[in-house]
Every structure is written in structure tokens, then in C-alpha cells.
């Protein structure tokens, strides 16, 4: 790839990104012009790096593009924006193939078509590692943006998207339990949704909107893990958040297929709420759903479901944990500490 010059590597990628729905001038000037109907918007940032965030023998190009623009989209929605426009640097070396890089750029381009987003600019460098670092925009549409802080006791707390696919995915990938290409786009198998929900991971960025429209009191995406996310929302609130262990039970059991391929499943019908699919629901990151807090009285938006309700601090030793399950600490299980939650 070294042979290509920067402009013949662009002249390649541009055709690959088409005009978002607020590109008023896309790539190829010295900057790009982004729609703000709002007179305010939205910016958030995330890297990925080499052998950190991923490993390029799991990972291609495409995957590491939907995984980029995906958990920066997922912090736009999270403030209840509409994303508009990624920027995109990218610090590649020498030993990466052209097709990596045309990848990574199909990649991003997809995950953002659905909410009429797009990469409007970016930066090439080389470099000893491969880095993507991801700046996205969005749009509030007139809406207050939703914040953290804003839980209230009486609040339901609800989430929209999946959680602990893709620490199952990573959990079998790591113990070699499902090959990379079992999550390949089209794979079937009983392993293909959890590695493609970890390489691809997808977000409901469209309950971010909703959300804020239905009054929602505060928010976030889960990046880090459902206990860890919801402590920062807690925190952030001043509130605690009782999560109601039958209502994840559902997660639970999708997470069967996956524990089985590792051969550590739900004891032969035993008690699910217990070992790996406990730690993925519970710890496992990177599936950017959306965790929210809305009025009791609040219809819940299509794709959320409540899991737990807040509650104001009350002197117990469990405030400090700011998370609980049916009312206790959550305790720590298999897998746990490896998970780091
Ligand atoms: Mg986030």
C-alpha cells in the first residue's frame, strides 16, 4: 500500500462514502461544510487502536470501520441526537493492505447510512500501528440533549439493544471456540450472531431520538458494561438503580448458545442466573444499547423495555454500590473479574 500516494489512497476511498442527509460539502476541500438546522450540535470522539481495541487477524477492515462509526453514533444518540457527519484520521502502516482500508471506509459508510450519516473528512497518516480515531456530529432536532444527571427516584430505568453478545462473541473468539469467519456477514451457526454482534457490533441509534422525545430523564450508551454504565448514571443522578433480574432473564438465555460452545452452559437446565451469561449480561461492554431513565407515567419507546427502577439514596450500605439487583449488591461470579466489572 506504501506505493499508493495519499491522493491516489483518497481517490480510492471517496467514492466509497456517499453525501449524508446534512453534507452541504463533503471531501475534498480543505474542510467540510455540516448542516446544524439546530443553531447547536452535538461532537463526541473515540479511537480504536491496533492490538488494543482489535486484532487484525479477527477483525478486517470492514469490521473495524462498523465498530468505529458505531460507538461514536451510539454516544450521539445517547445524547438523544440524530448523528450527521463523522471525521475520520487514520494512521496506517506500511504492511496494511489497500483492501484493509477501502474496507475500514465501507465499513463506516454502512453503519452510518441507516440514520443518513456519513464521513465527511478525515486525515492519512503512516504510522507503526493502525489507529482510527472517529469525531462524530449530531443534530438535537430542537430537543434538550439528555444527559447523565437527570435520574429521579420513581424513574424507570429501561435499556434498547442487546447485552453480553458481544463479550460472548470476544469470550469465544478468545478461547478459540468460534473462528473470526464464523461472524462473517451471511455465516450461520450457532456462534455466528454473538462474533458478528462483537466484530460488528449494531445500536438501536434510533431509540436515542425516541427516547429523548418521550421525556426521557437521562441517558447513556452501555460501552463499558450494564453494571458499570448504569453506576455512572447513578453517580451522575445521585440516585441508585434496582435492576430486576427477571427482566434480564431473556439476555440470559440468549446467551445460552454461546456459553454451550465454551462448555460452561446453564448447568443442563440449572440456574441461568449464574456463571457466563450472568458476567456477559451484567459486565460484558461494547454493545452499545442505550440505558434510560424516563418518567413512570412515560410510554416507553418502541425497542426499550424496563429492567429495573431508581431510587433515591437511603443511608444503606448498597448507596454506595449505586447498582443493585433485586435489591442487593450484585455479587461476583465466574468470569467476573475477567470482564472487569
Ligand atoms: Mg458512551
Redesign the pocket.
Known amino acids: 500500500m506504501c506505493d499508493l500516494s495519499e491522493t491516489e489512497l483518497l481517490d480510492r476511498i471517496f467514492p466509497l462514502l456517499p453525501p449524508g442527509r446534512a453534507t452541504l460539502l463533503g471531501p475534498g476541500d480543505d474542510a467540510a461544510v455540516v448542516a446544524a438546522p439546530d443553531g447547536r450540535f452535538v461532537v463526541t470522539t473515540d479511537v480504536l487502536v491496533e492490538d488494543r481495541h482489535f486484532r487484525r487477524r479477527w477483525s478486517s477492515g470492514y469490521d473495524v470501520g462498523v465498530r468505529a462509526a458505531v ?1 461514536n453514533l ?2 450521539v444518540a ?1 445524547m438523544g441526537a440524530v448523528p450527521t457527519a463523522l471525521v475520520v484520521s487514520l494512521v496506517v502502516p506500511g504492511t496494511a493492505e489497500l483492501s484493509w482500508v477501502t474496507g475500514l471506509a465501507r465499513g463506516l459508510a454502512e453503519a452510518c447510512a441507516p440514520v443518513g450519516a456519513t464521513v465527511v473528512g478525515g486525515d492519512l497518516s503512516g504510522g507503526d500501528s493502525l489507529v482510527v480515531a472517529v469525531t462524530a456530529h449530531g443534530d438535537l432536532e430542537g430537543r434538550d440533549p439528555v444527559t447523565r444527571s437527570g435520574a429521579r427516584a420513581g424513574d424507570v430505568v429501561a435499556h434498547a439493544g442487546v447485552l453480553g453478545v458481544s463479550a460472548a462473541g470476544l469470550a469465544l473468539l478468545d478461547a478459540g471456540a468460534a473462528a473470526p469467519g464464523a461472524g462473517a456477514p451471511g455465516a450461520g451457526g450457532p456462534t455466528a450472531s454473538f462474533v458478528a454482534g462483537y466484530l460488528r457490533p449494531g445500536s438501536p441509534l434510533a431509540a436515542g431520538p425516541a427516547a429523548a422525545s418521550a421525556g426521557a430523564t437521562a441517558m ?2 452501555v ?1 463499558d458494561g450494564l453494571l458499570r ?1 448504569a453506576g455512572r448514571l447513578a453517580r451522575a443522578s445521585g440516585v441508585v438503580l434496582d435492576l430486576r433480574a427477571a427482566a434480564l432473564g431473556p439476555d440470559l438465555a440468549a446467551l445460552a448458545p454461546a456459553a454451550r460452545a465454551l462448555g460452561a452452559g446453564a448447568d443442563g437446565g440449572g440456574d441461568a442466573w449464574t456463571g457466563m451469561e450472568r458476567a456477559w449480561v451484567l459486565s460484558g461492554g461494547e454493545d452499545h444499547g442505550l440505558l434510560a431513565t424516563f418518567p413512570p407515567d412515560a410510554p416507553l419507546p418502541a425497542g426499550f423495555r424496563p429492567i429495573g427502577t431508581v431510587r433515591a439514596p437511603d443511608g444503606s450500605p448498597h448507596d454506595d454500590v449505586r447498582v443493585t439487583v433485586d435489591g442487593a449488591a450484585p455479587s461476583t461470579g465466574p468470569g467476573w473479574d475477567h470482564f472487569g466489572g
Open positions: 460507538q451510539a454516544d445517547a447513556l450508551d460501552s454504565d
